[in-house]
């Protein structure tokens, strides 16, 4: 296997080409390439062909390297590789040679941009490492992923906004809750002039609900089913809502802040 590496540029897209006799590309890594917290945070994405770029990665002062893992077999179409940001990114990696078996993912929908690369587990990495892995499918052209922990995430819009929700960060969404079993809505902010603002990851809201907008971008819309384990039990017990009962909740993302 030999190395491969790439320091990515803001504004400097890198075009990669297939090379036939080193065989398929691995992206291991991808780390700041300086360590400048003030500069904010940067993701990286990927382009083949004239097909919609991919997210790879986000990296912010908190998350400073990325753990990849990504194949790519492009042998007609050139990969872009490009920094969303202002800090410059090194890609690093190396090439397979031959008779390597993978998984290709599949078409999400007419919205998806996953077809791009083949992929060697189901790690989404922008579930920021909280989940190991994770069932995935599609259901009426939607991406539908199934977590280790029962948690449901149905992506039902998505968005090429480049601002995207991370443990950490402050974000602002609009949202409803029901009960899964009788469909009785107990909590919506849709109505009102208000939107819920809070920090992910701090224990604001239920875990379902911190986990299922981990890693959604601003203009998303996502429904979430969410296990009694990850709802309204022990310090989040509500009157209204059976300790174990489950709970589909629909949520806006409507803006993002470090």
Known sequence: MAFWGVKLEPGKPYTHGYNSSLG?????????????????????????GNRSPVSLCLLHANNVSCTLDIEFEEKEDDVVFEVIGSRSVHLTGFYL????????????????TSQVAEVKNEVNVFEMGRESGYKDTVVNGRRVRTMASGLVIEDIETSKNCQIAYHGCEVCIRYFAQIKSTGYVFESNYATP?????????????????????????????????P???????????????ADAWIVCEVDLEGVKD
């Not at 291991?28 to 083949?48: E, L, P, W």
């Open 24 to 48: 398929r590309l691995r992206i291991s890594q991808a780390t700041f390439g300086d360590f400048n917290s003030s500069k904010g945070h940067v993701f990286v994405q990927c382009k083949v």
């Open 97 to 112: 040679g031959h008779n390597v078996v993978t998984r290709k993912v599949g078409n999400y929908g007419s919205g998806s």
């Open 194 to 226: 208000w939107k819920n603002c809070f920090r992910l990851g701090k224990g604001g809201l239920i875990k379902g609900l911190e986990e299922g907008i981990n890693g959604m971008h601003v203009g998303d819309r996502r429904r979430l089913t969410v």
């Open 228 to 242: 009694p384990s990850m709802g309204y039990c022990g310090s989040k017990a509500r009157s209204d809502v059976r």
